[in-house]
């Protein structure tokens, strides 16, 4: 049975718009085009609120709050300000924050550069070693891919992302922390037949094709998937390459 | 740890994952840290990641990765503590031990950690030393108070 | 004490609970207690109790020897109260157990020692009767006017005591002797003669408010819950009390936990529920061990579990202990950890009170809060609201701690001033020193200044001085505290706690410690100050939760009222309370020094020099301020500037 979505309208900026109720407020402000700048927020996993970026004033019920946007379920008659002095106060402070980990990224740089910020006044964190601690990594791992490879450890300024005991047997090496992540501080590296992903310290060999030879996957995350979805074992014994040409 | 031994401790608490912090608390009492062989075994026997089971051991201080001293020697930094002094009190103990704050000493006799407060603001500075709380005390006495544990 | 197995079934059941309970009380021989909370044990009193046991059992006397929880005074403590049937009580301070095998024999022999008395007392103020209760004294006082009054101590006159009301009268481990006290009457009263909306508009009109630190309105709070959406509901008690100086939650949890029973289950009665958590800091063990044993007992009586009272009425509770994380005393980090994970707190659009534990409707209360319901629902709400100010109502216990004369708990209404707290409850600063400052609100509060000291103690007048109520710590600092060494404690103890989760806390919390640990050694430099207040202000408007969002508050507000004091460290490379080391020289005064090379002996880095009948000397350069030569030198020749 279809159930009915319950639309509500609300305002961004002085702009009327439309969503369904109990949408998060971010991604409907980047559909209307509103540009919020964001780290720790990806579709493809929950919201969490970490990053601080996305943070927007909200008047409802004639109390004006500041919050993330990312996890702001919206609301009917709600008033949203996304550039606010305050706003754009606390974001320069944000952005200065978490340029101290991650000096390098370009991304954060521009993100920074647009609301007036050129560099921070604090100390960097070499250790961090870009780390932003945004846990779209540990999201990803553990909500799409369901491998539970790594984890937010310690608490405070002593909070980093590890496998567990730095031992990563669980990770499978598919590259989705890879890609998620925002400051590109996870590499991936193959070399002849083995692949590494260089944060986790996690090698492991590929499966080389029956058909062409070369090695496409790690045999170790072949063989989960197969357990995972009680696949036949023989299932990728092609590489996609060759997988498609042969139907 | 035995494995029956664990299976007691995870009897005791229903096998219920939404209470692997006791579960965690009973193994730390009784084998003074968090084995990894333990760990790997409260995983599968609860159905729940080992990622999640070390985030909960790195985050609560309570849970030790590595083993603690025989004796526990807290010196409390709570805030009246600390107006009275307790920071020397910890520095003295730091010295006698040859260890820093957190830390075990090589012959794994004592663990020297801080305390925020066990809630005896008046008679502070406090250490306690295995569940049991000394008051009123400055580095002289709290460096003989050792003595008697060593 | 174990429960007897007597099931109480209803009121006369109940009745003859109390009737034992009364017995035990005031039994018709000597009964000495000694009053053994952790603080009482820190002091020894374990060993004072020993000490009487024996002499008890070595003369064969028939005395009875109880224990209880904390009347307050922790200063004065060991404390030991002696009942005699026919005269008043009386308590002693400061006893040693030499002194009590002393005390013992005397009471023996018939004979009174006035000198160690703190207090005298002919009549109990019980809530739950009419009439204050009078001892039968039969033939006067016989000396022991000497002995002041409990209303006439400076420490006692001026608190009011609701939440403490049992407290160091009654065994802890005894329900019977709660029950004497009027305890588990008003849970009949409400079970059977109560509506859930009655009881809720009783708690809303008295006024109460959260006692753990936010004070929201109690009876709002459990309406919402009442009204939410579900069948399966849960009440919790935070007892995770992390405020570092504060421990009323600790005392109330070790001297009378059936107040905070009976509380929880009132208001699950009321709102509807049938489960309930308790979830104690794992560093209070005897709070832990004492709130067990209460559960135990109730059960076995039937005052938990099935049908309580004979209501019909199901109500079960749980313990959870603590791992050691501050962080968990926020209500929804504290219901992320009893759901077995870190103890992150989580957004708070969604309300707890309709999506909490498991996502199920949940009302959280603390330990000091549950304790005032009992009392609430008996007097009534126009009782209640009429102690205290406009906006805060009833009374608060405050951990009254520091630099201050009379350390201890107390428990005042609403409204009293600061100045009336620390001078005439307090008794003043000690050695002579000059008040500085009173710290209030624990690391989300900040420090009141001399000249704010006539502000009323009220939830809002503290907000608008720049500090907060928060679970009542009360911090007393003299003119030798480092008022940017309190906001670096205070700083670099939320950079530990926080969950790590948000910028703004992690990393505000952090480079407001680096910025102020610079300045503590002389390494502060021009522009430091306002680049606090940057990080501070961003950490507030930022962050999730509470300890985020009020991290700042020490810093600011010793900036606010202190700012002189950071522009010396900054500006003069000087501490002037004398307190950081990098600021500070240890000098011998050689006028003072006897030559006994004590100093010598002790120092760690054999940085004193000194032959026989020489004044010694400290080589700066060697001497790392540890402070030892100052603590063992007999006749106070080290000297700090």
Not at chain 3, 378 to 403: N, Q, R, Y
Request: with cysteine; hydrophobic share 35%.
């Amino acid at each position: 049975m279809m159930s009915e979505k319950e639309l509500v309208r609300f305002q961004i900026d002085g702009l009327e718009v439309e969503a369904e109720k109990g949408q998060m407020l971010l991604p409907v402000a980047l559909e209307y085009g509103f540009e919020i700048p964001h780290l720790c927020y990806h579709e493809a996993v929950s919201p969490y609120g970490a990053c601080r970026l996305c943070l927007v004033e909200v008047t409802k019920r004639g109390r004006t709050r500041m919050t993330t946007s990312c996890n702001y379920p919206v609301d009917a008659g709600i008033e949203v300000a996304t550039a606010t002095e305050n706003v754009l106060r606390a974001r320069r402070m944000m952005l200065e924050l978490i340029l101290a980990r991650a000096p390098h990224s370009e991304r954060i740089l521009a993100m920074a550069r647009s609301v007036g910020v050129e560099g921070t006044r604090f100390p960097i964190i070499e250790e961090a070693e870009d780390c932003i601690l945004c846990g779209l990594c540990e999201r990803v791992c553990r909500e799409v891919v369901g491998a539970n490879a790594i984890t937010f450890v310690n608490r405070g300024d002593k909070r980093e992302v590890t496998p567990p005991f730095w031992d990563p047997i669980a990770c499978i090496a598919c590259g989705a922390c890879v890609y998620i992540c925002p400051t590109d501080c996870i590499k991936m590296e193959e070399r002849g037949d083995e692949r590494t992903i260089v944060r986790w310290k996690r090698t492991l060999k590929m499966q080389p094709c029956k058909s062409c030879g070369k090695p496409f996957a790690p045999l170790f995350q072949l063989n989960w998937i197969i357990d995972q979805v009680q696949l036949p074992k023989d299932f990728f014994e092609l590489c996609p390459v060759c997988r498609k040409q042969k139907k | 740890m035995t494995s029956a031994q664990l299976e007691k401790i995870l009897k005791r608490h229903d096998h219920q994952s939404s209470n692997v912090l006791a579960i965690l608390q009973d193994i730390q009492a009784s084998e003074n840290y968090l084995p990894r062989k333990t760990l790997d075994e409260v995983a599968e026997k609860l159905n729940i990641s080992l990622a999640r089971i070390y985030k909960l051991a790195t985050f609560y201080r309570a849970l030790s990765l590595t083993p603690k001293g025989r004796h526990l020697v807290n010196v409390c930094m709570g805030t009246a503590c600390h107006v009275r002094g307790a920071r020397m009190v910890l520095e003295r103990l730091e010295r006698d031990l040859g260890v820093q704050e957190g830390g075990t000493t090589q012959d794994l006799n004592f663990s020297l950690d801080t305390v925020r407060c066990v809630g005896c603001c008046s008679l502070g500075p406090v250490v306690v030393i295995d569940g049991e709380i000394y008051g009123r005390l400055n580095q002289e006495k709290a460096s003989k108070l050792l003595k008697d544990y060593s | 004490m174990k429960g007897e197995g007597m099931r109480v079934r209803g009121l006369d059941d109940l009745i003859k609970l109390r009737e034992k309970g009364l017995k035990r009380l005031y039994p018709d021989k000597i009964k000495m207690t000694v009053e053994m909370a952790t603080c009482g044990i820190s002091a020894g009193a374990h060993h004072v109790y020993e000490a009487i046991k024996d002499r008890i059992r070595e003369r064969k006397l028939d005395i009875t020897l109880a224990k209880s929880g904390c009347i307050g005074f922790c200063q004065r403590e060991p404390l030991v109260d002696v009942w005699i049937p026919g005269k008043p009580r009386i308590i002693y301070q400061e006893m040693t157990p030499e002194k009590g095998v002393e005390l013992i024999d005397l009471i023996a022999k018939g004979d009174l020692q006035k000198e160690w008395g703190l207090c005298r007392t002919e009549e109990e103020v019980i809530f739950f009767e009419d009439e204050p209760r009078r001892y039968t004294i039969e033939s006067g006082l016989e000396g022991r006017e000497d002995i002041s009054l409990y209303q006439d101590v400076e420490f006692y006159k001026k608190q009011f005591k609701i939440a403490l009301r049992n407290c160091g009268y009654i065994d802890p481990e005894s329900i019977d002797e709660y029950t004497a006290r009027g305890g588990y009457f008003t849970l009949h009263k409400v079970l059977h003669e109560m509506k859930s909306d009655e009881i809720i508009n009783e708690v809303k009109r008295s006024g109460l408010r959260g006692r753990g630190g936010a004070g929201f309105l109690t009876g709002r709070k459990w309406e919402s819950c009442q009204k939410a959406r579900g069948d399966r509901k849960y009440v919790v008690c935070n007892a995770d009390e992390g405020d570092p100086g504060a421990y009323m939650d600790r005392s109330v949890l070790e001297g009378d936990p059936h107040s905070v029973l009976e509380g929880m289950i009132i208001g699950a009665y009321a709102i509807g529920a049938h489960e309930g958590y308790i979830y104690v800091r794992n560093e209070y063990p005897l709070a832990v061990k004492n709130i067990g044993v209460a559960i135990k007992q109730a059960e076995e009586k039937g005052l938990l579990g099935k049908d309580i009272l004979g209501s019909g009425f199901d109500f079960t509770v749980t313990i959870n202990k603590g791992g050691g994380a501050f962080v968990a005393g926020e209500s929804t980090a504290l219901m992320a950890s009893i759901e077995g994970y870190v103890a992150e707190p989580r957004a708070k659009h969604i309300h707890t009170v309709e999506s909490g534990l498991w996502d199920r409707p949940t009302n959280l209360n603390n330990v000091e809060t549950w304790a005032n319901v009992p009392v609430i629902i008996e007097k009534g709400a126009d009782w209640f609201s009429k102690i205290g100010t406009e906006g805060s109502k009833g009374t608060k216990i405050f951990s009254l701690v520091g630099k201050i004369n009379n350390t201890g708990l107390i428990e005042v209404p609403m409204g009293m001033t600061l100045r009336e707290i620390v001078y005439e409850i307090g008794g003043g600063i000690p050695d002579g020193k000059r008040f500085k400052a009173v710290q209030t609100g624990g690391p989300s509060g900040g420090c009141i200044p001399e000249a704010l000291l006539d502000l009323p103690v009220d939830f809002d007048a503290l907000t608008e001085a720049g500090s907060m109520m928060g679970s009542g710590g009360m911090i007393v600092m003299d003119e030798s505290t480092c008022m940017v060494d309190v906001a670096k404690y205070f700083t670099d103890f939320l950079k530990d706690e926080s969950c790590g989760k948000c910028t703004s806390c992690r990393d505000g919390t952090l480079r407001m410690y680096e910025i102020l640990d610079r300045i503590t050694k002389g390494e502060g430099k021009e522009g430091d100050i306002e680049l606090l207040e940057e990080i501070g202000w961003a950490t507030t408007e930022a962050s999730l939760c509470a300890l985020g969002g009020t991290a700042a508050n020490p810093v600011l507000s010793t900036i606010r009222y202190f700012r002189d004091e950071y522009e010396a460290h900054i500006r003069d490379k000087r501490c002037p309370a004398g307190v950081c080391p990098a600021l500070i020289t240890y000098t011998i005064d050689p006028e003072a020094c006897i030559a006994c090379g004590k100093c010598k002996k002790e120092c760690p880095t054999k940085a004193i020099t000194g032959k026989k009948k020489v004044p010694h000397e400290i080589d700066q350069a060697k001497c790392i301020k540890c402070g030892t030569c100052k603590e063992v030198c007999p006749v106070d020749a080290v000297k700090v500037k």
